[in-house]
């Protein structure tokens, strides 16, 4: 959602959305078995009425960057079982990966209720909200869910993406350390980290961040993604608006 998850991170296990909504780098979706998908397929045909073949089924075809279809196979589900919040929290977060994130934000709103808040999806809420600019929107969410989970990391690395997109990057900063401080705090919450100190021109710092603790060949290839997603940023010139970040507590 904030859209790539880097691929050395991804090795250790979106989001949820920007919290958000868990993606995959290419590199990673390429190293997946086919089989994978195969099986959540062939389960669901056989079974098309059982919601949890259709979740999983949408979830693979998640994973393997098959948005649109993802979107197809839990709009359909989503229509026959209409009450069903699993169903409802996918479809959302199938729509939020494709891109339709108003559309998301809807679904979402319907796959939990006030009496009975799950601080995930608020927090996907909060993500999508981030991805349509409405910054301030998307922070009440993420206090939301932060007062049911405290201290959760993935939604305080969420927040401190959403400062980041709206160009506060010393407070994205100071968010992000908090979060990448947590002893329960996924991989990819210390790369966010190093891009947000990256993109204020502290690269040794940012790669010394994101390589640390890791493999060898993990850490190398974080390094290596990090400067891709620096240098794409500088040659685009536009700021940190769209951030190509990992997402982490956002998705499944």
Known sequence: ML??????????????????????TEASRAADPPQGVEFHRDRFRASPKDPDAAL????????AGQRSQAVAVLEQATIADPSNKALLAGYGRA???NGNFQQAFDVLSRAHTPDDPDWRILSAQGAVLDQLGRYDEARQYYSSALKIAPEE???????????????DLPKAEETLRHAAGRPDADPRVRLNLGLVIGLQGRLAE?????????????????????RQLLSRKKTAGTGVDRLPVAAVGRSD
Do not use: F, H, M, W
């Not at 859209?3 to 995959?24: F, P």
């Not at 990391?153 to 160009?167: C, D, E, H, I, R």
């Not at 940012?206 to 990090?226: F, G, H, M, T, W």
């Open 206 to 226: 940012a790669e010394s961040i994101v390589k640390a603790d890791r493999p060898a060949e993990e850490a190398a290839a974080n390094v290596a993604y990090l």
């Open 3 to 24: 859209a790539l998850a880097l691929c050395g991170c991804q090795t250790a296990g979106t989001s949820d959305i920007t919290g958000a909504l868990g993606e995959k």
């Open 95 to 97: 729509l939020a990966d």
């Open 153 to 167: 990391p993935s939604v305080l690395s969420n927040l401190g993406l959403s400062y980041a997109l709206s160009k």
């Open 56 to 63: 999983q089924y949408g979830k693979a075809l998640r994973g």
